[in-house]
């Protein structure tokens, strides 16, 4: 038994192994449940002469409750194996009195059903409930089968769950059709892949087993429920659903250790739900959902401090922990039609972390490691990684640690230079009064990326928990912009005054369910003035031309090496119609005149007697991707071609003509060194030569 961290940790561990409640003990050691509640809570703590009446209570060592040296409590796992088997089973919702049906539940589809989405909303989740400086976040992928297969759906209680998934997915509608394709990989396969996520540092799922303002309600029983904190990352209740759209049996377990007491009890909160459409069982009709737990007549609610069950369904937690472990039942990927792959799983739940939350990452909020196992222990585990961040996103993992060690520069000179500037959101007033209208100052990053790098010219968006809300790409940001990475710090990210407090309770309304931009939502058209919408606009495009003026080319830069050219000289022309030339290849570069040099190739179905003609024109390319045409100082042709009165006339019967040309820089709209251009052919024209 692993040492706990506190003595009312270790005192919530004996009651649970003894079975007893906190009322319990109060009697067997004269003292009042307040008494004891003040204790599990870490309120007060007894005198030496009642930690020695409890130890011997509860059958443990002083120097245990005390210190957690010595002999703690036994626990009977077969007991607890028979009261689990008793007490515990399945109770479903019946039909409401007007005989309504509800084939399913709406919120499970609101989202992209793929794993990048289903990562995002778990970690914002954890980043809403981290009790102190962080969290740990323990994905496992579990394949279940044989004996541990049979010893988890025993525990479960198939044979009540199955009938009713059974009755579910005869119903032709996408539940009932997930819930076929589940069933079947279950019985033909004969083995069961769950995912547990396992939080530690976290509150737990606190409050009562139904209402409102429960934790415990809201994720488990309540629909459309958010109990967060204002600044939190979700505000709907809907990023739940990601769970059960998760599970190819719509079905999530969840054990929670619960920071904060619930009248005396604290550890092993178990209960599960099947998110099912309506259905018949036995002539008897169902709403839809149903639960796993302590079974009250035909409701079931929380099983507390049962170790044998936790085990039995892969939901045992380490001792002396806060936190819920939450198991999806029959992972899969939604979006996918292929066999779930538990490693290749991993991979994509490492990638999404590390993309998504790399600031809560690099400020250590939340540490997140993602493990595959084939079985049921931890001796079992065959992979474990530890996402590093910077293996993924190494760019504005760089930004931000030069940004946090204040090694800025005020241009972007040189790869790896980060320049730091400010853009202004302005918020409208609250219609409650609580503030009128202020200005934040979000913090803006810009960091000069290599030309090598595959994945440039991003601009990543984020507030306080530290999830990147969106990613945008600006890859058209303006002519001849040299690669960069940039992010947006805004609320409570950017600062710690009341201007970002108030950015940040304003921008997380501005979300919307799938928390993925941020845009005017019905709880900002009811909660702020008119004008949102345009202030978004315009923080939007203030931080789009603060990167823009920063990341312009630098003339001496634009025609440096192969990948310069590469970028700077696009062929925007040519015909889709292979029968008509077009030009398919071109080079250049800018002279120390300040003109640009191409040589291009033209390309076009050879035909005998045939001759075709065109001007080639050279545009000065637009962000909006159109472009000036500027006019040629020197056109000469190359091979296959000649030129007429600024016209390049292709040589019948061959297939490509090559012409070099240098442009006027009396022409040029903006210097050539601050140009992309483009090139193209028109005008062609086709001659059919005949016989004198």
Known sequence: MNAMESFSARL??????????????????????????????????????????????????????????????????????????????????????????????????????????????????VLDVVRGASALLNFRF????????????????????????????????????????????????EELLLLRIEEIGTTGLAGGEDGLGSNFAALVRNTL???????AGGAFGLGKAVLWRASSLSTVLFNSDLAVPLGDQSLGRLIGRSELSWHEVDGKQHAGPGWFGRLEGERAVSEWGNQALANDLCLERPAGTTGTSTLIVGFHDPSSDQEPDPKALAEDIQRAVARHFWPALQRSSMVVAVEVAEGPSDADVVQRTVVDPARVEPEFMDLIAKHQADE??????????????????????????????????????????SDEVKESNRIAFYRGPGMIVQHRDAGNIRVGARPFHAAVLC??????????????????????PAHHRWERTPDIAALYARGSKKALDLFF????????????????????????????????????ETTRPRITKGDGKVDDQGRWEVTATVTVKP??????????????????????????????AVNNCEIDDGRLVISTGKRQARFRGVTDPATHPVPAGQAVIGLDFRGAERTEETGA
């Open 142 to 189: 579990i394949r279940l089968t044989g004996a541990a297969l049979d010893r988890f759906l025993e525990a479960l209680r198939w044979e009540e769950l199955h009938g009713h998934l059974e009755a579910a997915a005869d119903i032709d509608q996408k539940v009932g059709r997930s819930l076929r394709a589940g069933l079947n990989r279950l019985k033909d396969r």
């Open 607 to 636: 035909e005998q007697n045939v001759t075709w003609s065109g001007r080639p024109v050279v545009l000065f390319t637009a962000e909006t991707g159109g472009g000036t045409k500027v006019g040629w100082e020197q056109l000469e």
């Open 491 to 512: 609320g409570e990210a950017a600062s710690t005054d009341p201007a970002a407090t108030a950015a940040e309770k304003f921008l997380r309304l501005a979300e919307p």
């Open 541 to 576: 495009e203030e931080v789009t031309q603060v990167i823009r003026e920063l990341v312009g080319p630098a003339s001496q830069d634009l025609s440096d090496g192969p990948r310069g050219l590469k970028e700077l000289l696009r062929i925007t022309g040519g015909s889709d």
């Open 12 to 125: 919530g561990q004996a009651l649970a192994a003894k079975g007893w409640t906190g009322s319990e003990l109060a009697n067997a050691v004269d003292v009042s449940a307040g008494a004891v509640s003040q204790w599990l809570n870490e309120k007060k703590q007894p005198r030496r002469d009642k930690v020695e009446r409890i130890a011997e209570s509860l059958g443990v060592d002083v120097s245990w409750l005390e210190y957690g040296t010595g002999a703690g409590p036994e626990i009977d796992l077969e007991a607890l194996r028979v009261a689990y088997r008793t007490e515990t089973g399945w109770g479903f919702r019946g039909v409401p009195d007007d005989k309504g049906v509800d084939l399913g539940s709406a919120s499970a589809f609101v989202f992209d059903p793929d794993v990048e989405t289903f990562t995002r909303e778990v970690g914002q989740n």
């Open 225 to 231: 429920d958010s109990q967060k904190a204002s600044t």
């Open 408 to 449: 800025v520069t005020e241009s972007l000179e040189q790869e790896g230079d980060v320049v730091r500037r400010t853009a202004t959101l302005k918020l409208t007033a609250c219609k409650d009064g609580s503030h009128g209208e202020i200005e934040h100052q979000t913090v803006v990053l810009v960091r000069r990326a």
